[in-house]
């Protein structure tokens, strides 16, 4: 069965917490993935970097299997070839083959799973292949954590080029390829204050605050692991000790950081 598009409804939730248009988070798409997050077999989109797999392999398979794992970036092939090289990797390094894939509609890197809010790639990877909903709020976390919100608020296309696809974001032209794209979405003129937004729950990390935080808190103290007058919203250094005990004792990853899979756990949410 095919996989559902995102609606205006969920690009709006989206741009509410990035403080941004609609258009500028469909323009990032439509570079990156030209609007699809699935491909015609309904598997997320990959593009499988081998300079990445050498990397997170140290270059192990280099001489062996030089076509999916080598210094030098490029040998791409097809779009069709992607799962066929991803699948090679995947046989000879699991965790470094998903670090080594963009994925989606937005082309997030595996290795970037924990700033979008997983405990692990796989879940990063399990959560990539259910829907283009995944993809957009791991895309809305990693701007949020990689502080990319403004330059994308303001078109700063250049500035987001630069901290979204890295310091040779020119050789590809991504800069002007999202301005022309921004211009195209631009002309669908989206009012988002006349649809109605479901919330898009945040990572909740060290120096957060809010209400959000004080439910966590709550939750907390619920497992016996935060004392009530700690609860106060602000994420401190009691509230990060008392969610790594948690992730232990649930025989999570201990990273103090309440992603999607802490907060079901902790929260039912």
């Known amino acids: 069965m095919a ?11 989206a741009a509410e917490r990035l ?76 965790q470094a083959a998903m670090f080594s894939a963009s994925w989606g509609k937005f082309q997030i890197m595996g290795f970037n799973f924990a700033i979008c809010g997983y405990r692990s790639v796989q879940d990063f990877v399990d959560d990539m292949r259910l829907s283009e909903g995944a993809h957009l709020d791991a895309f809305v976390e990693y701007v949020v954590q990689n502080e990319l919100a403004d330059e994308l608020r303001n078109k700063d296309w250049a500035g987001f080029a630069k ?62 692991l935060l004392c009530p007058g700690d609860v106060d919203g602000n994420f401190g250094p009691r509230t990060e000790m008392a969610v790594k005990a948690f992730q232990s004792l649930n025989k999570m990853t201990v990273d103090g950081i309440v992603g999607k899979n802490t907060r079901k756990a902790l929260m039912g949410i």
């Not at 310091?167 to 002309?187: E, F, G, L, S, V």
């Not at 988002?192 to 809010?210: A, E, H, I, T």
């Open 19 to 94: 403080n941004c248009e609609v258009a500028a988070i469909k323009a990032v798409a439509i570079v990156e993935s030209k609007g699809n997050g699935f491909d015609t077999q309904d598997r997320p989109k990959i593009l499988f970097e081998r300079h990445k797999f050498a990397k997170y392999t140290n270059g192990k398979y280099v001489t062996s299997h030089p076509d999916i794992c080598n210094w030098t970036p490029g040998g791409y092939g097809t779009a069709a070839s992607q799962y066929d090289r991803y699948g090679r990797a995947l046989i000879l390094d699991a």
């Open 163 to 224: 901290g979204y696809n890295g310091p040779d974001y020119k050789i590809n032209q991504y800069d002007t390829k999202m301005a022309d794209a921004y211009k195209q979405c631009k002309t669908e003129n989206i009012d988002c204050s006349k649809v109605v937004k479901p919330q898009l729950r945040p990572v909740m990390r060290f120096g957060d605050s809010g209400n959000d935080v004080r439910s966590m808190q709550e939750c907390l103290v619920t497992e016996l």
């Open 3 to 13: 996989k559902e598009k995102l609606s205006n409804t969920d690009y709006c939730r």
